[in-house]
């Protein structure tokens, strides 16, 4: 099972890995890291395909049969297996909490570390790769050579602390060197331009809109620095949450929760301030407000039953109050369309913590489930070997699983509490183990078929006998 799911993965991350001049050693650290992330999958399937396969084997060459004439019920010849399913599930559940979350991170590290152990990997051929640390894009025509360091038809776009291009380098050829022990890449440059835009006073910009100058050969320096020493504390990718165990994760989602209230409610007031609505009214005092007369002149004026606010002004000035409000409502519907952006993607963050939390005690419930279903299931089909049994145990995953991915997907985006997403392919699961078990418990096939065709014939009577009647 675990070689069948690696070679998904192998189609998954097909295009990251293959022609780009990766050692084997490299694919394989990857796809080492990557395993125990599949026991997620695999560890259910094992644990139901096992149990079927098991239990339709003894029920095949009439072991139950000797072993109910012996006394010996399912339950107690179950017990052994149920004992150490139990165990399973506990040792599944520290491995989704310390080795997926520790596997995870490893993979992270590799992938960011990955420009550093071949650094023209981190060149894309015909298109333009992004240095953030740099601040610059760089597009090459072609890479040859040894380990593709030689570079054809360079363009390099830097960057200002405005993330704005200011200057443009051109070059025929290039060459990337660096060292193991190094975080910097060296990239020569030969025979080349190099453009500038000049910041200076906007007098000067008629005279001297950019610098020009040609080049023999020209020595950049790439820091790497922050690709090795990367913060999992400042790094906000949404798949963080799988590098997390329950306690960091249960102290996460409550500082998340909090963070998201203080955001809604510091945004809602100062958009409240913005507006100027719901200002509470100061109390009228004639002895020390001096514009009490001018008060009671608008109140005359304006009758709230008849009137609106605008007729408070001057024709002149209703066209210049109304242009204003405009203005100012669609300036905060604008603020408020892009925070709702902003806080959906945080909810998500949320969501997907509260998920994963979730998720690692139902795996190792699911274990246990699917045994229940499976052990069962075997001794009423009473089939061993890889047909009948391998077939029921992929149709019997594929509902769990698709079951799960569904729930996760509608979790994550808050049609479903995340709760109940992670929960819910294993609660579908646990009746049918319930009814399976007692079917098997009571020596009876998965249908009777005979009971329904009994249950219609007496329908059918009921309904001639009120015809003849």
């Not at 070059?171 to 060292?179: D, F, I, V």
């Not at 246990?368 to 089909?381: D, K, R, W, Y």
């Not at 020596?443 to 219609?456: A, E, N, P, R, T």
Request: with cysteine; charged share 25%; aromatic share 10%.
């Amino acid at each position: 099972m675990m070689l069948i799911f690696i070679f998904q993965s192998i189609w998954l991350f097909i295009d990251d890995l293959a022609g780009k001049g990766l050692d084997m050693a490299i694919i394989g650290k990857f796809f080492f890291y990557k395993m125990p992330e599949l026991t997620e999958k695999v560890l259910p399937l094992t644990v139901l395909l096992s149990s079927i396969l098991t239990f339709g084997s003894l029920a095949e060459s009439y072991e139950f049969a000797a072993m109910k004439a012996s006394g010996v019920s399912l339950q107690r010849a179950m017990l052994p297996l149920i004992i150490f399913v139990v165990l399973l599930g506990g040792v599944t559940f520290y491995f989704a909490n310390s080795v997926i979350p520790a596997s995870e991170q490893k993979i992270f590290y590799l992938r960011r570390n990955i420009a550093n152990l071949k650094p023209a990997i981190a060149i894309a051929e015909g298109v333009f790769s992004d240095f953030e640390t740099a601040n610059m894009n760089i597009k090459v025509d072609r890479k040859y050579g040894d380990n593709d360091s030689f570079l054809e038809n360079v363009i390099i776009h830097q960057k200002d602390a405005k993330n704005i291009n200011y200057r443009v380098i051109k070059a025929k050829t290039g060459e990337l060197k660096s060292s193991e022990k190094s975080n910097i890449i060296q990239l020569i440059l030969n025979d080349g331009n190099l453009y500038q835009s000049v910041q200076g006073k906007s007098a000067d910009k008629r005279k001297y809109p950019f610098a020009q100058g040609d080049f023999k050969s020209y020595t950049m320096n790439i820091d790497l620095s922050e690709f090795n020493n990367v913060d999992l504390e400042e790094e906000k990718d949404l798949r963080t949450e799988k590098m997390k165990n329950t306690t960091r994760l249960r102290k996460d989602i409550d500082s998340l929760k909090q963070d998201n209230i203080r955001r809604v409610t510091s945004f809602s007031k100062v958009t409240t301030e913005r507006m100027g609505a719901f200002v509470p009214l100061p109390k009228l005092d004639s002895t020390k407000n001096k514009s009490i007369a001018l008060q009671d002149t608008i109140r005359k004026r304006f009758d709230p039953s008849k009137d609106s606010v605008i007729s408070l002004y001057e024709e002149w000035q209703q066209l210049q109050v109304m242009s204003s409000a405009k203005a100012s409502a669609t300036n905060v519907l604008t603020s408020i369309q892009g925070k709702k952006k902003e806080m959906e993607k945080r909810y998500e963050f949320h969501r997907r913590h509260i998920l994963s939390l979730h998720k690692k005690f139902a795996l190792a419930l699911s274990c246990v489930i699917l045994f229940f279903v499976g052990a069962p299931l075997g001794a009423i089909i009473r089939k061993g070997g890889l047909g009948l049994p391998m077939v029921i145990a992929i149709v019997l995953f594929l509902v769990y699983y698709f079951l799960g991915v569904f729930a996760e997907n509608y979790s994550k985006k808050g049609n479903m509490h995340p709760a109940l997403g992670a929960w819910l392919s294993t609660f579908v699961m646990l009746p049918l183990g319930i009814f399976l078990t007692r079917r098997a418990t009571a020596d009876k096939g998965l249908m009777s078929f005979g009971v329904v065709i009994d249950f219609f014939k007496q329908l059918f009577k009921k309904k001639d006998k009120k015809a003849v009647s």
